[in-house]
């Protein structure tokens, strides 16, 4: 059974900096390609990033790439998302998820998810 439990939400000013983490308390994180997706509020669930179950290969949306970093750390069973010179339209309620197999840039092909943290960012 894989639970995502995610935490590093707040608000900070446009220019910040956060660094969101996910933690499983299962013992299978390490077989699982990751993900992060946010939802604003009026809007559908979005890509943000993605990391293989290696670490080796890691993926984003066009809107963060740069400002973003997405790293995991197995021995923990936990992902991180570093998120550098924020900007107001990356406020929005973060997801954690997990999937068996390759990364997906959309929400569907994932089986489990956290349920959410908050990031505001004031301009």
């Known amino acids: 059974q894989v639970q995502l439990v995610e935490s590093g939400g707040g608000l900070v000013q446009a220019g910040g900096s956060l660094r969101l983490s996910c933690a499983d308390s299962?013992?299978?994180?390490?077989?699982?390609?990751m993900g992060w997706f946010r939802q604003a509020p009026g809007k559908e669930r979005e890509f943000v990033a993605a990391?293989?179950?290696?670490?080796?290969?890691?993926y984003y949306a066009d809107s963060v790439k740069g400002r973003f970093t997405i790293s995991r750390d197995n021995a923990k069973n936990t992902v991180y998302l570093q998120m550098n010179s924020l900007k107001p339209e990356d406020t929005a309620v973060y997801y954690c998820?997990?999937?068996?197999?390759?990364?997906?840039?959309?929400?569907?092909?994932?089986?489990?998810w956290g349920q959410g943290t908050q990031v505001t960012v004031s301009s």
């Open positions: 998820a997990a999937r068996l197999g390759v990364p997906a840039g959309n929400p569907d092909p994932y089986e489990f």
């Open positions: 299962g013992d299978t994180f390490s077989s699982y390609a």
């Open positions: 990391i293989t179950w290696s670490g080796d290969n890691t």
